[in-house]
């Protein structure tokens, strides 16, 4: 029995037996994660913790360190390859405020991976810039499950780990306003998000980062784009001075409601601001940079360690589109090859965005698989190899009753100033599709063997 196994059925037996069977520590915990505000981003409400080994966060770590090295190396190559840069299928927008330099390195920030930890092997299959909520949410429901009256029992046994990481964000976020010239002791940060007219900021998961960094001895405070001011080489929230903004809203979103001269973009190109997901951080974050990543006439001249990297945690991924593109040693008609490998593939988009789905195609038949393709063809997708979901039992609480569900499992390693620091974990419901009250984030923790 593997150490994840033996952990997680000692624990499934303590929460089934006296005392803890009436569950009332886990209406206690609920009850706890309303009372800090944890709810306002979906948190899943699962009762055990997501468990990571020594050995999974030694391989993590090392992966991720090769990964994302390959991404930044890859990221300014299309910056400066106007070929590079048509494959990616930018906006024209995205692509001017790519070509401004953010003044500090991107490699410096890092970001957060999608990774699925599987029977001993680990891939990667998204890279997103870093978003706060996933950061704080897993800090403080680590804190909260770390002392509940069955994980305290647990760790008689076990060695559990938190894996903070909010601290290590705010030092990369000071790191990058030194570096792109910053000189205040003390600089002020706005965390800019996208606001519905009737949400307050307080609502927002994102001002639990801000009371975190004004923890921190730093000022603090969360606006909406609309909120912002520049005028006389200073960005302003009303009198307030502002010399990091930390960007949480998409760039698609951005552009969608403002333009180019927007007091944003405006004091970002002249340098007034140091912005933390700076705007050439999209290209990054579009899953079409994992299209260059994964073709060897683009990584042909990495570092050797990066190219191993890429081949073994890497899905093979292009763009979706009528051309022939290379499989391996192969040279294939992509629409033909996709409707020929249904099983194997599945389509996303090249952003994530609310109006746009992925298509696994081992769950649909020919028909809905060439209708899918078609919308692929249409807008921005990525066609991708399919990795292997890691699936786990979790006990829940649900009308007051412990129930056990299977649960997709998908780890985000966070990774900042060139050192991963920490990790978060997504749950969503097997099998399920569309929204789901149980998919969110889980506590995850380091375990070890006493």
Known sequence: MTLVNEATARYHKLIESEPYIDLAWAEALQQRIKAQRLTARAVSPVLRPHWITSREYAALEKASAAALSAIHRVELMVVSSPALLARMQLLPAERMLAAIN???????????????IHDGSLHFEGHRVTSPAGVIYADQLAELYYDAAPVKEFRKKFKLSKLSSAKALLNAMLKAYKESGGKQK??????????????????????????????????????SPEQLDYRNGELRHGENIIHIVYRCVRLQEFLVRFDLNHPLVRAYKEGAICMVNNFRSEIAAKRGLLDLLTDDSVTAKFPAAERNAIKEFVPWTRMVQAAKVTRGRQTVDLPEYVMKHRAKLIL????????????????????????ALREAMRSPYVVQEVVAPTRAVFPLLQYGSLVMKEMLVEVHPHFYGGKLQGASSWLRVSGGGGFSTLAGVAPTFLLEGK
Do not use: C
């Not at 953010?102 to 699925?116: E, F, I, K, Q, V």
């Not at 940060?189 to 998961?205: H, L």
């Not at 996303?348 to 209708?371: C, I, L, T």
């Open 102 to 116: 953010p003044r500090y390195s991107s490699n410096n920030m890092g970001g957060l991976l999608d990774a699925t």
């Open 186 to 223: 003390k600089p002020s940060v706005a965390i800019v998000e996208a606001r519905a007219p009737f949400q307050g900021a307080d609502t927002s998961e994102n001002s639990l980062f801000a009371e975190f960094v004004r923890h921190e001895g730093y000022s603090a405070e969360v606006v």
């Open 348 to 371: 996303r988009p090249n952003d994530d965005a609310a109006d746009q789905h992925s298509y696994r195609g081992s769950e649909m038949d020919d028909s809905a698989w060439e209708k």
